[in-house]
């Protein structure tokens, strides 16, 4: 049913075509059915787009239609002519308008409509989310234009007659087998060539079709079950592995032994494994230059860039080393030092990867954390960590468990890469986000190169796009909440009558009140968040208090979560600079806030309009 509303702009243009042609758009015919169409369409129309239901190309129909009473009742003589003799050209010409201007005008071009049906919300303030769609509007605007001078032939080359080919048939054959396939395959080229991946894990879909009657939307996404690799038609038709070992004992070590054991199973899995010794390769020490987050890549001739690329490349990483006093051993820790640049430009992509480690009884499960951590530099995110305890080479505590252990693993990795999976993130990954994020942008004139990146990509704004996954809103029900609490207490008050009568710090830690200082107040604000009012909603509140209190915190609002954050924000979006008595009087509802600011009780910098939404945010 959805379908056919959404095409009824394209039925219009059908009936008004095929009436016209039948009737050789008799003024007496034309002129009523133009009216009609265009009263119709422009309430149907204007009541969808109302709803964000109707695209641009729909409100150029709308257009059209007024375009055609217009010529059929008021300028006969030079418009009606038009509207009748070129029905189609014209209806090219205003699709070209209406798709040229928006994007030319800096509005979000029309292809954008299309591609917000597929694509996950997170993405769509990303840069290149955008930069598809207008590469995808030109390119629509330019089959537009072409259409138009197709319509045009018959007129143009009367001898060749099939008028009804050059104003139909080919101009939808050029929709089907150029435009829409071009809808399909440049989303993902793009992205490709941009470093991203394509499908579930990318943060920009593919735009679907913004086409005329009878064409369908792009699908979501098909779930992969052969290679990527097979996909592309390569010959070579296996996943790749990719192993990083860090210990000095190449081959026979019982950190190689357990890389071992996972390339045993991944063979059974279509996936090849290489592993590569760091001992055997040539790599310097870090200078600490910083050259590489400047300039965007490191100035030392060695072997590390090569290792990185082949890293970059798999489908699927591991990261292993054995404990050296706690640690990883110098081989790695020289590896992944002198891969700092990667780190701060993260890929804007996500490939499963493991972390190994083994020690003799002493801090294997510390160091597989951090290899599991340091994952992230090469673009992967951990399946899980092989861990294992081994006293001489081969001799393991629980050697049957740790080979079923790798076998688990090895599954879930080849599983990971075939189906596309990402894992939940996690607050490491926020944790990195949040500073990393803060700390390219305020140093921004050094680290040009990063800086640069995390923009080219959109996740400087969007934890949702750095991780390429969205979050789904929750539902909050006030009342629910508030009776359940109402019988907590009820619940609790009978035990403690049971239990006879209460003191008065007992009474006090039942029931809490508000908090009594601004900090307390501020940290409980995320808590007290209304979603839904913060839908949409990215701000950044700075409280600069003074007083009684004396401390600077922000408040992150950003669609629908709150957090509280210690100390100043680098942008924050408004400021209020506040003693603590008053804006506890003010949050207390013993003084009346808008009061309270103009006459100057407190002081505020910024977006206003953002003050005066905070009390309906809480
Ligand atoms: C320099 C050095 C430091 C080590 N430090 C630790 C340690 O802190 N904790 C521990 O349990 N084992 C430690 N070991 C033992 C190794 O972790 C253990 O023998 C491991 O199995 C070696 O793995 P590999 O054969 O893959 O190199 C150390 C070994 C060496 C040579």
């Known amino acids: 049913m959805n379908w056919i509303l959404e095409y009824a702009g394209w039925a219009g243009f059908t009936i008004f075509n095929v009436v016209g042609g039948f009737c050789g758009f008799r003024p007496q015919i034309m002129k009523p ?25 729909d409100l150029g129909l709308v257009g059209y239609f ?52 597929t694509a996950p919300e997170a993405v769509w303030e990303t840069a290149p989310f955008k930069e598809i769609n207008r590469h995808l509007t030109w390119f629509w605007v330019a089959l537009f234009a072409l259409n138009a001078l197709v319509s045009l032939v018959p007129d143009l080359l009367p001898h060749l007659g099939w008028p009804w080919f050059f104003n ?41 079709n913004p086409g005329p009657a009878g064409l369908r939307e792009v699908p979501r996404e098909k779930k992969i079950t052969a290679t990527a690799k097979k996909e592309e038609g390569e010959v070579a038709a296996r996943f790749k592995t990719v192993a990083v070992n860090g210990s000095p004992h190449e081959g026979f070590g019982n950190t190689s032994q357990m890389v071992a054991m996972l390339k045993e199973q991944l063979a059974k899995e279509d996936f090849d ?25 490191c100035w030392i001739r060695d072997d590390h860039k090569g290792v990185v690329q082949k890293l970059l490349e798999a489908d699927a990483v591991i990261l292993a080393s054995p404990v050296y006093f706690r640690q990883v051993t110098a081989q790695m820790k020289t590896f992944l030092d002198r891969s700092l640049g990667y780190g701060h430009r993260p890929r804007g992509t996500w490939k499963p990867g493991l972390a190994v480690s083994v ?38 505590w629980g050697k049957e468990a740790l080979e079923a252990r790798a076998e688990d693993l090895a599954r879930d990795l080849a599983r990971a890469v075939k189906e596309k999976r990402l894992y939940p993130p996690t607050d490491q990954y926020l944790d990195y986000w949040h500073f990393m994020g803060s700390l390219i942008k305020e140093n921004r004139d050094f680290m040009k190169a990063d800086y640069e990146h995390w923009q080219k990509l959109g996740i400087l704004e969007s934890f949702e796009a750095y991780i390429g996954q969205s979050r789904t809103q929750g539902r909050r029900d006030p009342g629910m909440r508030e009776a359940w609490l109402k019988e907590l207490m009820e619940r609790q008050r009978g035990r403690a009558v049971e239990a006879g009568p209460a003191t008065e710090a007992q009474a006090a830690a039942a029931n809490p009140g508000p908090p009594e200082t601004v900090r307390g107040m501020m940290e409980a604000m995320p808590g007290a968040l209304d979603r839904e009012a913060a839908a ?19 408040i992150r609002i950003d669609n629908g979560t709150a957090v509280f954050q210690e100390g100043p924000a680098s942008q924050p979006d408004v400021i209020i600079r506040t003693p603590a008595d008053v804006w506890l009087a003010v949050s207390k509802g013993e003084l009346d806030g808008a009061a309270a600011f103009m006459t100057g009780k407190f002081q ?3 977006d206003l309009g953002l003050l005066m939404k905070l009390k309906g945010l809480f």
């Open 33 to 57: 059915l133009s009216l009609a169409l265009l009263l119709v369409l422009a309430c149907f129309i204007g009541a969808r787009r109302r709803r964000g239901q109707a695209s641009d190309l």
């Open 66 to 117: 007024a375009l055609a009473a217009l010529g059929f009742w008021l300028f006969p003589g030079f418009l009606g002519r038009i509207m009748s003799g070129y029905p189609v050209t014209t209806l090219y010409v205003v699709l070209v308008l209406v798709a040229a201007i928006p994007p030319l005008l800096g509005a979000a071009p029309f292809t954008t409509y299309y591609a917000r049906k």
């Open 168 to 208: 139909y048939v080919l101009p939808t054959a050029l929709f089907m087998g150029v435009g829409f396939p071009v809808n399909r395959w440049y989303p993902q080229y793009r992205q490709r060539r941009m470093g991203l991946r394509p499908a579930s894990a990318a943060p920009v879909p593919e735009a679907a």
């Open 273 to 297: 494994l290489e592993e590569i010794f760091l001992n055997k390769q040539h790599i310097e020490y870090c200078a600490g230059c910083g050259v590489c987050i400047e300039k965007g890549a």
């Open 359 to 396: 020690s003799a009884g002493w801090g294997e499960t510390e160091v597989s954390q951090y290899l599991a951590r340091m994952l992230g530099v090469y673009g992967a995110f951990p399946v899980g960590q092989l861990t294992a305890i081994g006293v001489g080479p081969g001799g393991f």
């Open 536 to 554: 949409g909603l990215r701000a950044i509140y700075q409280f600069e208090v003074s007083g009684a209190e004396n401390f600077t915190a922000c």
């Open 604 to 606: 505020v910098e910024g």
